[in-house]
């Protein structure tokens, strides 16, 4: 329903790799932050249809926006377009498939992002 006030609707906006879509999830932990790239056959990337992932240095722009926002634990979902980064979604908890668990660098990144849980609450 386009005419709900209460909704917001806007384009889709697409990152491609050659053949493949990608949807950059940066996710944080007090001062913990990482961020993938994953790539998928579909305009809808998400961690059970991921054809491939890789680990990718966090977005400044997107970094600045968690700040500016107050988030210290959660997942922004976006793309990088030519005009700059596209936040598509913002989490204040962070999912996963089991796919995704039971990859030996997403368990080290796992490891590494609980650590935040000692800044946090410092």
């Known amino acids: 329903h386009f005419d709900d ?11 491609r ?33 991921v054809a491939s992932m890789e680990r990718i240095e966090p977005d400044p722009t997107i970094q600045a926006l968690r700040m500016d926002k107050h988030f210290d634990f959660g997942k922004f979902d976006f793309v990088v377009t030519p005009g700059g980064p596209v936040l598509l979604d913002t ?3 962070v999912g996963g498939s089991r ?4 990859n030996p660098e997403m368990q080290a990144v796992l490891r590494y992002r609980a650590e935040g849980l000692y800044g946090y609450f410092k």
């Open 5 to 15: 006030p209460a909704l917001i609707v806007q384009k889709l906006e697409c990152e």
């Open 17 to 49: 790799d050659g053949d493949l879509y990608c949807v950059r999830y940066q996710t944080f932990l007090g001062d913990r932050v990482t961020c993938f790239r994953l790539k998928g056959p579909h305009p809808i990337v998400t961690g059970s249809s």
């Open 91 to 93: 989490n204040k908890t």
């Open 99 to 102: 796919r995704m668990y039971f």
